[in-house]
């Protein structure tokens, strides 16, 4: 113990033991941490070196934070992290470790932190020894001992790999199963016996093929307040089961899930590292990929063959219905922004829908994101057929021989002002890494014992590498963001564009797929927002901007709605006209009704109730003129009597309706009754009774 302690203590110098020890404590998962305790303690332990070695034990820092977390990677380990920044800082004087598996399973963090403590002067201590990362023996066996330490993390996987493979391929892998399935005592899966969870399962698959959409799931299961549920897979209350909404992805996940079917498969997913984090994301194989697939492995809530069904069934939902697709192809139909245009309610891809319009199909341009995805309603709809002419002739507009060389002059301009930015983003990246080397050496240059001017220096070194840093990201993003210039080859070909287009966009032999190409090519994409106006933003490549206003379309009932010239004809006909003779007189002008058919008596009529006008009878009221019984009562005689004075000239009257009654104007105070030859056989119209050719009178 004493040459272990001495021999490696001469690596040991006073600016060391003027920094603090700190040591290091990991388990790789929670249950080595409960059950492995042993390794705890001997890590807890490497105190007592430290202290052999000259560290008071109030400058020995613990760091355990990371218990139960892998050390494949960096990411997640606040506690190595935390250590990272310790070393680099100039804060730590030695490094403690069990070994250095502890340390690092991966040799990119290895080598990073060996390289901070041969820059910052630390020492590393392990089980083995006490090693100094600046000597080049030293850091070439630590260096071998990160790389032997990754290799056997690697053997450690290959051998646990192995054997699951192993059981997969005969369908004995005991792996999680979806909620509505357990494992009984025997180990073999089964039903759950929750009857509230299979209940809510079936429910999903019935509804499914009943209605044939995910999407209609949803809305079925939100209307009538059911939910799904759910196991929870992290956290303290890890396994167990809540009721949510059902959401579409939710949905989508069962269907998908080939467990439900009975069925029994291995690497349906397969587990790459994501470039950046260095945690891995699961990645959808083909079938024929996968490494088992076993049906009527075990019960199910539908059989395989009506899996497979369902398969085909949302491919097919998924081609007519799909998510955004930013770059899709121009597929068939007449709507002419299909792929680009955008919601501007909520920044979302709008879908298409097609209605039959008489003789053509007219697009509809659906917000409907946020619907399929909880069953809302939709964000808005926009009736395309007035935006694609808006649009193309915007295009046909725009496009022209004089535009485009404007447009190709202005792009050498910016392309030559982009050079000459992109030259002086250059020199600032190369004066900020000049700057950094600078601070570099200076602070390698300091003497270690001075650390007032040390601690200077370094906080310089750090100001610069992040000058750096950001000067650099600047650059690259700007390099990968600007565009290159034209070649002549390339202008003669835009330039020809100009002159083509028009005929080719106008021609009614283009097919609407290739006109959607053209669009494609000018149109980065479309903003509609629809108010009380249509409000279309359209973003070209080129990079200009139009704001279309356009009127929002009729609805059905306005289209069929009587025009305002026929209401102010027949308001004023009807003074002097009965409804026929008013359906004759507008026939002839020419006139038809909302609908496009010929005006007749009952169409007028059906006018006059709907704008509230006042009838011919009423009108001839409004004059005074009274109806046939009102002036056979005024004038105590029956109405053939009233109708022979009004043939003989003695009464005068106006036709009232199309029936061909009469309204009369009352009689003067002086009016003379004249003498009746003989009594009449009909009764007065005062009567109770009247008879059968007796006129009804027009209110």
């Known amino acids: 113990m004493d040459q272990q302690l001495f021999g490696p203590a001469l690596k040991v110098t006073a600016d060391h033991l003027a920094r603090d020890a700190y040591l290091y404590v990991r388990q790789s998962s929670i249950k080595q941490v409960l059950n492995n305790t042993e390794s705890t303690v001997r890590q807890y332990g490497l105190r007592s070196r430290a202290a052999a070695l000259g560290w008071p034990a109030d400058r020995i820092i613990v760091i355990d934070t990371d218990q139960g977390q892998s050390g494949a990677s960096a990411t997640d380990r606040e506690g190595f992290q935390r250590l990272v920044t310790e070393v680099g800082m100039g804060r730590a004087g030695i490094v403690l470790g069990l070994e250095v598996s502890r340390l690092a399973r991966n040799n990119t963090d290895w080598h990073r932190l060996l390289e901070i403590c041969a820059m910052s002067g630390t020492l590393i201590l392990d089980e083995d020894g006490l090693y ?15 790389t032997m330490s990754e290799a056997e993390l690697h053997l ?3 051998r646990l790999r192995g054997g699951q493979l192993s059981k997969a391929r005969r369908g004995e892998l005991i792996s999680p199963v979806p909620i509505g399935l357990v494992y009984d005592p025997s180990g073999k899966v089964v039903l759950d016996p929750d009857v509230a969870i299979v209940a809510a399962l079936r429910a999903v698959f019935d509804l499914f093929d009943t209605v044939g959409s995910a999407t209609a799931v949803v809305k079925a299961f939100n209307h009538d307040g059911l939910r799904l549920p759910r196991r929870l897979p992290h956290g303290p209350d890890k396994g167990k089961i809540v009721w949510a909404p059902a959401t579409h992805s939710r949905i989508l996940q069962m269907l998908h899930n080939p467990r439900y079917a009975g069925a029994f498969f291995y690497g349906r997913f397969q587990h790459k590292p994501t470039p950046g984090t260095g945690k891995s994301g699961p990645r959808l194989q083909p079938r024929e990929q996968w490494i088992a697939l076993f049906p009527d492995h075990h019960p199910g809530y539908i059989t395989f063959e009506k899996y497979e069904a369902n398969q085909v069934k949302l491919t097919a939902n998924a081609r007519a219905h799909g998510k955004d697709r930013h770059a899709g192809p121009p597929r068939e139909g007449p709507a002419l922004l299909q792929g680009i245009a955008v919601c501007g309610i909520c920044g979302k891809r709008m879908t298409v829908r097609y209605h039959q319009r008489k003789v053509r199909l ?12 909880h069953g809302n309603p939709i964000c808005q709809r926009v009736h395309g057929a007035g935006v694609d002419d808006a649009v193309g002739h915007l295009l046909v507009q725009a496009l022209t021989p004089l535009a485009l060389e404007a447009a190709l002059a202005v792009a050498e301009e910016l392309a030559t002002r982009a050079d000459d930015a992109d030259r002086l983003r250059a020199a600032a990246v190369e004066r900020a890494r000049y700057q950094s080397d600078l601070a570099r050496r200076r602070y390698l240059a300091v003497d270690p014992d001075n650390r007032l001017v040390a601690t200077s220096l370094e906080a310089d070194w750090n100001a610069s590498l992040r000058e750096l840093a950001e000067a650099t990201d600047t650059y690259e993003k700007t390099k990968a963001e600007g565009a290159g210039t034209l070649n002549d080859t390339q202008r003669a070909r835009i330039t020809a564009l100009a002159s083509d287009f028009p005929r080719l966009w106008n021609d009614p032999a283009t097919p609407v797929r290739e006109r959607k190409r053209l669009v494609r090519l000018l149109v980065a994409d479309v903003t509609m927002h629809r108010a009380e106006q249509i409000t279309a933003h359209v973003r070209l490549r080129g990079g200009q901007e139009h704001t279309l206003v356009l009127p929002v379309p009729l609805a059905s009932w306005q289209i069929r709605q009587t025009p305002s010239d026929v209401v102010a004809a027949i308001d004023e006909l009807l003074e002097d006209h009965t409804d026929g003779q008013i359906a004759a007189i507008l026939t002839t002008r020419g ?55 009004r043939d003989r000239g003695l009464l005068t009257g106006r036709v009232a309706n199309d029936k061909g009654e009469y309204f009369y104007y009352p009689p003067p105070p002086d009016f003379v009754r004249p003498r009746l030859g003989r009594p009449s056989p009909y009764r007065l119209a005062d009567d109770s009774t009247t008879t059968a050719s007796t006129e009804r009178g027009a209110v």
Request: charge should be positive; charged fraction near 25%; aromatic fraction near 4%.
């Open 591 to 645: 006139h038809v009704s909302g609908s496009g058919r010929p005006i007749h008596a009952r169409i007028v009529r059906q006018i006059r109730d709907a704008y509230h006008l006042r009838s011919h009878p009423q009108r001839l009221a409004d004059l005074g003129m009274v109806s046939l019984r009102e002036i056979s009562r005024r004038l105590g005689v029956n109405q053939v009597t009233v109708k022979h004075w």
């Open 132 to 146: 100094d990362p600046c000597d080049f023996n030293d850091r070439l066996l630590l260096g071998l001992k990160g």
């Open 156 to 158: 450690l996987k290959a």
């Open 362 to 373: 007219e697009p509809e341009y659906v917000c409907q994101a946020k619907g399929i995805q």
